[in-house]
């Protein structure tokens, strides 16, 4: 990285995974006074593909650590003014399966991190977090603040909820300057083909069933990744240390719905929605109320769903080789594991 002209070095933890491959090119191209470090294990879901364009770039720097590792962790934090904390497992389904990598690398992980932040001096700590800590809304349920007590129902929002549970103590004990962020769900270029969105499209386009779970009206407020980010560097550079805020896409939508649209634009027929076993502890509905990030960082979603979905869908087929390429031996004999003898018949 050059040094010079440059105000502010921050560490973004899972850069090559679905949001943060999103984040480091949009700090590279808003902020130009801004270095990026990636620290990275790249595990099944994090793939350097993602970052090919800037992997060359003079103020970014890969780093392949982990981030349960101190001496991973410190090596990467030198110098850093601030962090931005999305390292995570990150699926619902596969915390059903084993949930042991999601408290070694979320919660550990989380510890971590917040020594080495303190070690170093670091003056922003940003912990990227989810609305599943929040649990399951009822539909007349008005949508989570945060306010609402952390109840989650998996083990993936039981590790987030650990995690961001110890951000506060670190806060509250040392001092230590974080934030937390709390989002829906995201959708976008660069997504794992084992979330909804790009495994139904990968589906659909090989003409092969989409499974849905139970009856299929579970309700996600939908956000595009981009308006997340955006959010996440207002964030770092506003935010009120010790606070929590919701970030939310103002847009819920049922399952069937987005699947129904997804067929439509990629003009397949609904015969391939196939209704499968009801994934266990599954929160039936999430909505987010973004109040405090907008009264006080003047942050509102820029995208809606319905401008942002044809884009997504047509980056998935302009793009086929990258998910061609992030589907290995690996994820196969997950997805077996996963759907098999799962139909509800
Ligand atoms: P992802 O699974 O696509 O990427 C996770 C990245 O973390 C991968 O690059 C992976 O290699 C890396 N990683 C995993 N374990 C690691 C370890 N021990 N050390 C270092 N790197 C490791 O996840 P995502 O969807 O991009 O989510 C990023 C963060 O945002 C997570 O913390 C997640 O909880 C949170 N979040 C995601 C969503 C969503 O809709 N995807 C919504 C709200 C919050
Ligand atoms: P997912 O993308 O796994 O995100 P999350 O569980 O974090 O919300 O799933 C989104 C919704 O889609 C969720 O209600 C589960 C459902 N779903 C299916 O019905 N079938 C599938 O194959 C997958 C992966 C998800």
Known sequence: MSGRGIKRR????????????????????????????????????????????????????????????????????????????????????????????????????TRVMLDAARQCGVERFVQVSTDEVYGSLQPEDPAFTEMNRLLPNSPYSASKAGADLLVRAYYKTFELPVVITRC????????????????????????????????????????????????????????????????????????????????????????????VKDRPGHDRRYAMDNGRIELELGWTPAHTFAEALPKTVQWYLDNLEWVQSVVTGGYLEYYQRQYAGRHSG
């Open 10 to 109: 921050v560490l973004v933890t899972g850069g090559a995974g679905f949001i943060g491959c999103n984040l480091v090119r949009l700090i590279l191209t808003e902020r130009p006074d801004w270095e990026v470090v990636n620290l990275d294990l790249l595990t099944y879901a994090g793939n350097l593909t993602s970052l090919a364009d800037v992997e060359d770039h003079p103020r970014y720097r890969f780093i392949r650590g982990d981030v349960a590792e101190p001496v991973d962790v410190a090596k990467a934090m030198e110098g850093c003014w601030g962090v931005l904390h999305l390292a995570a497992e990150s699926h619902v389904d596969r915390s059903i399966l084993d949930p042991g990598p999601f408290l070694r690398t979320n919660i550990i992980g």
């Open 184 to 275: 829906s769900n995201n959708f976008g270029p660069y997504q794992f083909p084992e979330k909804l969105l790009p495994l139904l499209i990968r589906n659909a386009l090989a003409d092969k069933e989409i499974p849905v779970y139970g009856d299929g009206l579970q309700v996600r407020d939908w956000i595009f990744v981009e308006d997340h980010c955006r959010a996440l560097v207002e964030v770092l550079e506003k935010g009120r240390t010790g606070e929590t805020y919701n970030i939310g896409g103002n847009c819920e939508m049922r399952n069937l719905d987005i699947i129904r649209k997804v067929l439509e634009e990629l003009g397949k027929p609904e015969s391939l929605i196939t209704f």
